[in-house]
């Protein structure tokens, strides 16, 4: 059987479904001969330790209550009467810890760091595991988007990093360019829609209904962040096509993009308020959108908001598309990526799926672990 210890760091919604995923898979991977060993997990506050990281884990009934704990907002801190599970580290210790664990664990058996969170402060420990020789797995975005000296390090052992799950939760965006790449063909033009939110604020406009109602309708059904704003700056899918940027060769950073808001700066968080952008500031903006929708209608064309790479050009925002193309055809919350090659000219490359949610991302998470496997003994 071949042990990969792993430690988590971040037990929000991907983590806290990654850690089910790894509990309720155990007698499938056991058919291929796989145990991922937990020995450590981690949120913004706390970090939870196996009391010995080669011998012993955090086993699944620790895990079950792991979950359970973050599901309801709780902190990690109040598993700490779990002594006889796991040692406690404070967050000033927790850096210091994984670190410290990295290097004992990458000298014998290896070790898999994990980063489910949303934190730009995850990228220290991450360049030091991998100089350590740790694999790394990431959902989270912004390591890959931070400065290019920092991003040169994160991805310069290729082999030992997998990012799947940045872009489109668990569709095979990221190995399918790969695969293209490594063939030699060379990608000229990708064009897509990233967000969930927004491609299904794009479609239910285009049916009529007001740009206002429609982004309420999708913070009450759990499509949006707590605060809408944050997915309808378009900040989100330019992150996404940053990675895909970079992993194309570019060399650029998230201030050189072009990014369409779909508010104006005076509507933003630190000049508005919550409550008042729900109540009054969405209506302001129901007239520009719907004078656009009708524009691209009488155009024989749809308005998506989309990411499109071609050539040094990487620019984020609205896009009348025709009806008929993969995007525009694009209802819902799915992601869509069409990809233009040599190999795919006329006929784009499509994939197309669910591209969020915390399951989907989670499962695409543990798909990343466990692709990296045969660098374990």
Known sequence: MKNIPVILLGCGGVGRHLLQHIVSCRSLHAKLGVRLRVVGVSDSKSLLLASDVFTRELDDTFLNEVSRVKLGGSSLKTLS????????????????????????LSKSTGLVVVDCSASSETMGVLNQAVDLGCCIVLANKKPLTAAMDDYDKLVAHPRRIRYESTVGAGLPVIASLNRI?????????????????????????????????????????????????????????????????????????????????????????????????????????????????????????????????????????????????????????????????????????????????????????????????????
Do not use: W
Request: proline content about 4%; hydrophobic content about 40%; charged content about 25%.
């Open 81 to 104: 009467s779990f002594v006889n599970e796991c040692q406690v580290f404070a967050n000033s210790e927790a850096t210091r810890t994984v670190i410290d664990t990295a290097t004992r």
């Open 181 to 377: 790449l490594s063939s030699g063909d060379p990608i000229r033009c990708i064009v897509a829609c990233l967000s969930g939110t927004l491609g299904y604020v794009m479609s239910e406009v285009e049916g009529g209904k007001p740009f206002s109602q429609v982004v309420k309708d999708a913070k009450s059904l759990g499509y949006t962040e707590p605060d809408p704003r944050d997915d309808l700056s378009g900040m989100d899918v330019a992150r996404k096509a940053l990675i895909l940027s970079r992993l194309l060769g570019r060399r650029v950073n998230l201030d050189s993009l072009k990014i369409e808001s779909l508010y104006p700066e005076e509507m933003g968080p630190n000049m508005m308020s919550l409550e008042d952008f729900l109540s009054s500031g969405l209506l302001l903006l129901d007239n520009d959108i719907q004078e656009r929708v009708q524009k691209a209608a009488l155009d024989g064309k749809v308005l998506r908001y989309v990411c499109v790479i071609e050539g040094s050009r990487t620019e984020v925002g609205l896009r009348e598309l025709p009806k008929d193309s993969p995007l525009g055809r694009l209802r819902g919350s799915n992601n869509i990526l069409a990809i233009y090659s040599r190999c795919y000219n006329e006929q784009p490359l499509v994939i197309e799926g669910a591209g969020a949610g915390n399951d989907t991302t989670a499962a695409g998470v543990l798909a990343d672990i466990l692709d990296i496997q045969d660098l374990f003994a």
